[in-house]
């Protein structure tokens, strides 16, 4: 295992530290790290908390800021935040707006949000994120996994919530923008859990994963690697097909790499899924490339498509204020 | 070799197209892809030109836009750009107060860029970066190399040149700034050139090169891979020695990954760095940690410490919107 390590055990502490103080003008670290929070909270906004796994970096701390969430809670990697984690993350961004809180479709997610909301003294919603095409059930979820999509969610509602829409309309624009969206990843390497310390899955030197998930989760099949043309047309298909001939309105393509493929492989994916796109008639409005939803050190990435409709475009639009997204 | 590729040939064509479609509010693509320039220009501005080898995006076509550069040439893959790519920007972007050429300090670049401006027809300056400490020689270098210190130059300089400094100010701030600029980089692995199609050079699993160049240039050293903290004490007592005790004035630390490495371990390093200058009296007045100066998929990082004065932080801080940087 080649990482940049002292111990498994403080690895994701020394790494929250770091992330807080070379921040520390847009977030503050809850006490013994259970929670990142907006250095300044809007007390009459609808509060945004997400949360999951840590190793998906930025997603979901990267996000907190203006125009996007005000808390999220990093579980152990690949591991759920705790009820308490969540509970207290509420506890100090939440107030008489309600809070809402966005979770991605997996088991041990839904069911650590839900006994943190039940525990919560306040008023919230929750909205459940599973943009993932590849597999209708996975290891970690029944039904489909919630993957890069989520951070659309987060941006779109975000804005949203910083604009002063209230909880009921917050909690139904997350679910409409989620029913709008879908993503397919793919996986040229493994990557390797600092706990496990061996690589999550193997694959040989000329193979992939088509439709992996975000922790190494299987998904539709091993193949030979394609050329990139390739890859993005069985992605890009795979999306389409999805959305059952229906795809009209404008585009947003978020190009995503997983943590260990370089820019300019991804703008070249990019490129593809694009032109792609155009051969099914869905114009792109809207772009994002970069590493957004990770898993760890993993080569490859994944496409999201977001079929939005004006209003929520604007809404991407608004400005947007965190670590790992700015505008 | 595993990378989303359809040939070596059009590699870097198509991840530029895909560049300017992702960013076409903010960069245009020059003639036959020879550079990429700021779609508004500022016609009474110093024009900021760089460029290089491909394959260390996002430097430097991720950060042409307001505050920045005006243009960046792509040389092909670790291959410096052709002065007639460097004329070519230089025209298109030029005007009456003058070019600066913001060049890193290896030999083909020093070269190119020289042909360049003395044909181009215009008034012109150059900065050469030189802030790697690790070696005062190297493979493509006579003199230390120039590495992610380049991109403080630029940001620096390009917010000068966006409030109106003239030409010979901007070339000294830009020598002043490298000056007091220092950095050095680490690999875990080595990078797999397409047109080479093997990895750079190879590392055991349990080994790291101390002191590595942004092309897989040997360093100083091979060394047993050992804890986060450990590197880290080498890399700042490397930067701190060479700055022979003089470590006053606020300083802006850069923690930057070659491309394979994520996040979660950056903002490790990031920590650990940061712990390091404390004990050497040092302390860190603004921060940046991310992919910005890479190596294709090189898993490791670089540290770079530049110390800065009162008008050179306000400069840094200074509104920037490129694909890359924004604030």
Known sequence: MKKFINSVDTMLGESLDGFAAAHSDIVALGAERKFVRRRALSPHKVALISGGGSGHEPLHAGFVGTGMLDAACPGQIF???????????????????????????????????????????????????????????????????????????EKIVGAAAEQGADLKTCAALGADVN??????????????????????????????????????????MRLKLPGADAIAEQMVGAIVSDYGGKTSGPALLLVNGFGGTPSLELYLMYDAARRQLQKHGVSVARSLVGCYVTSLEMAGCSITVSLLDARMVELWDAPVHTAALRW
């Open 179 to 220: 029913a709008r969206t879908r993503s397919i990843g793919v996986a040229l390497t493994s990557c390797t859990v600092p706990a496990a310390g061996t690589p999550t899955f193997s694959l040989a030197d000329d193979e992939m994963e088509m439709g992996v998930g975000i922790h190494g989760e299987p998904g539709r």
């Open 79 to 153: 591991t759920s935040p705790t009820p308490d984690q969540i509970v207290e993350a509420a506890t100090a961004v939440g107030n008489k707006a309600g809070v809402l809180f966005i979770v991605k479709n997996y088991a041990g997610d839904r069911m650590n949000f839900e006994m943190g909301a039940e525990v919560f003294d306040g008023e919230a919603a929750s909205i459940v994120t599973d943009d993932d095409v590849a597999v209708d059930k996975s290891t970690y979820s029944a039904g489909r996994r919630g993957v890069a999509g989520t951070m659309v969610v």
